[in-house]
């Protein structure tokens, strides 16, 4: 009879504790809004607030049990969290930056296309586990293109409440891990 015991490595483990941190301060935020009431055209015709999740792999569910975007990712349990009165979608891309001047920008990502089309209530912004890798972290860059990419959104007719969620920092030098 096979084991069923499977060894977790270091890897699996930053992956659950990244996901899981993640997920605690997406749910937390979502929270604090039912203290600010989120109104606009979708919502008054649909009846539900509808969150986008922007990120990278944490937020797609890159390597989880139920597959990309799948029930196991960060956005679905959300969703389940929240209940009928959200409509959160994935627009999490692998391997994404936020900055522009690399080979994975989020900027020129479908994803995002689609995510600014989605015309949401509420945006969750999480990258940046991809730009601090050494050979692309850059401070200033970071810093203004993640200010850019917030007022992207806040831009769109829907007017959304737009929350960046801390990432965490990868510890791999190379832009291919």
């Known amino acids: 009879m096979k084991s069923r015991i499977r060894a977790i490595s270091g890897d699996d483990i930053g992956r659950l504790g990244a996901a899981w941190l993640a ?3 997406v749910v937390a935020m979502i ?3 039912f203290a600010i009431p989120v109104v606009s055209f ?7 607030v509808k969150v986008a999740a922007v990120g990278d792999s944490l937020t797609e569910g890159y390597k989880s049990t139920s597959g990309n975007k799948g029930a ?10 929240l209940g009928n009165g959200y409509e959160v979608r994935n627009f999490g891309k692998t391997g994404a930056t936020l900055m522009k001047n690399t080979s994975n ?4 990502s479908q994803e995002f296309t689609d995510s600014k089309s989605y015309e949401p209530n509420v945006v969750v912004i999480m990258l940046g586990t991809n730009d601090s890798k050494n ?3 850059n401070e200033t860059n970071y810093l203004s293109q993640a200010k850019e990419l917030v ?3 806040t831009a769109l007719s829907s007017k959304p409440t737009v929350y960046f969620a801390l990432s965490p ?4 030098t190379s832009t291919t891990d």
């Open 169 to 172: 920092q990868a510890y791999s």
């Open 105 to 108: 920008s989020y900027w020129n």
């Open 31 to 33: 929270i604090s809004m």
């Open 42 to 48: 979708a919502e008054e015709t649909t009846g539900k």
């Open 72 to 81: 196991d990712a960060y956005p679905a349990i959300l969703q389940g969290i």
């Open 135 to 137: 050979d692309i972290w």
């Open 151 to 153: 007022d992207t959104y």
């Open 23 to 25: 997920l605690c301060t």
